[in-house]
């Protein structure tokens, strides 16, 4: 049972331009949400996050948008830089659940020069 | 702030013999996970300690896999017997528990392979 799904494996993306990753989840409980950045031999990063009380969470060149009814997320990164290559999972908790994280499969972002 | 410290890096070993990984987390975390990421996946919790006590071990196979935190600050986890399919990198993370909301923040792991 994937409760949290990151539908596209890959994505490229030319430098400067928008990058848009997504991400959709089936548990309703869920009320926070967590993107991670991830470098080849490197734990995952923390990059932002947003409560289910928002819908949109901004830190400089990162944003994250929130649809409940939809049950979706994704993060925005503009403009694109070379140095934002990497594999993005989407994460998300429950308060009820003690905050354990359901990460997604990820989705390997390249940033094309 | 130093981060989270997990070694070894990498470990081989052939199957059926036992293996330990250990971590130290951030200075003042409360809380510690540690997560299986198996290649091509996210990550999946195995465990999560509130200071030395378990708060979730539901993922954990609990036949082979054993973890342990007894002063609540470094933590082992312990594979015994390795079967081929524990082949993945073994990820520590730990988080303050001061306020909700609070992100998790990850070691480097370490990268397990099974002959």
């Known amino acids: 049972d994937q409760q949290v799904k990151q539908n596209s494996p890959s994505l490229s993306v030319q430098e400067g331009r928008i990058s848009i990753l997504n991400c959709d989840y089936t548990?309703?409980?869920?009320?926070?949400f967590l993107w991670y950045k991830k470098y080849p031999a490197e734990g995952p990063t923390f990059l932002i996050s947003?409560?289910?009380?928002?819908d949109k969470n901004e830190d400089g060149r990162f944003t994250v948008f929130l649809n409940k009814s939809a049950k979706h997320l994704s993060l925005h990164i503009v403009p694109s830089q070379p140095g934002d290559s990497a594999v993005y999972f989407c994460a998300a908790s429950a308060i009820q659940g003690a905050q354990k994280l359901v990460f997604g499969q990820g989705t390997r972002l390249t940033i094309n020069p | 702030e130093a981060g989270v410290a997990q070694s070894p890096r990498y470990k081989i070993i052939e199957k059926r013999q036992s293996v330990a990984f250990w971590c130290n987390p951030i200075?003042?975390?409360?809380?510690l996970y540690w997560y299986q990421q198996i290649l091509g996946q996210g990550p999946k919790l195995l465990i999560q300690?509130?200071?030395?006590?378990?708060?979730?071990d539901s993922q954990l196979p609990k036949d082979r896999f054993s973890a342990e935190r007894l002063k609540g600050v470094d933590s082992t986890l312990k594979i015994q017997p390795a079967k081929l399919e524990d082949s993945a990198v073994y990820l520590c993370a730990s988080s303050s528990s001061v306020g909700i909301y609070q992100p998790q923040h990850f070691g480097d792991g370490t990268r397990l392979s099974i002959l």
């Open positions: 200075s003042g975390h409360a809380t």
């Open positions: 300690f509130q200071n030395n006590g378990v708060v979730d």
């Open positions: 947003i409560s289910s009380i928002k």
């Open positions: 548990n309703s409980m869920f009320d926070y």
